[in-house]
């Protein structure tokens, strides 16, 4: 059974970078075809789609925070990690990692939430000096 478990700092001050590390067990997805997405959900609000990396590292990021966002890997690890620079407040949320398993021919869509079978149980970073 696939886990994911996020981990990372609980509180970032202002203008500083967060970093969060998602970590995979339970397979190893080295030659898997996936697609591995951060979201986060602030206070009282919808979930987000922060960006996505895939088996072929390639990677895609909401349009608001790509200038801010980069996700990144470590095969050997199974972890994946998410960056985002300059945080403010208004980052202050639950994030999440979540995993999506393809089949080789399978059109898939990284935006959707749906996509994604497997969701670790989330990590709250709070932005505040």
């Known amino acids: 059974q696939v886990q994911l478990q996020e981990s990372g700092p609980g509180v970032v001050k202002p203008s500083q970078t967060l970093s969060l590390t998602c970590t995979v067990s339970g397979g190893s997805i080295t030659t898997d075809y996936y697609y591995l997405a951060w979201v986060r959900q602030p206070p009282g609000t919808g979930v987000e789609w922060i960006g996505y990396?895939?088996?072929?590292?390639?990677?895609d990021y909401s349009p608001p925070l790509k200038s801010r966002a980069s996700i990144s890997r470590d095969t050997s690890k199974n972890q994946f990690t998410l960056q985002l620079s300059s945080v403010t407040p208004e980052d202050t949320a639950v994030y999440y990692c979540?995993?999506?398993?393809?089949?080789?021919?399978?059109?898939?869509?990284?935006?959707?939430?749906?996509?994604?079978?497997?969701w670790g149980q989330g990590t709250q970073v709070t932005v505040s000096s």
């Open positions: 979540a995993l999506g398993i393809f089949p080789p021919s399978r059109v898939v869509d990284p935006t959707i939430l749906g996509e994604y079978e497997y």
């Open positions: 990396i895939n088996s072929s590292a390639g990677t």
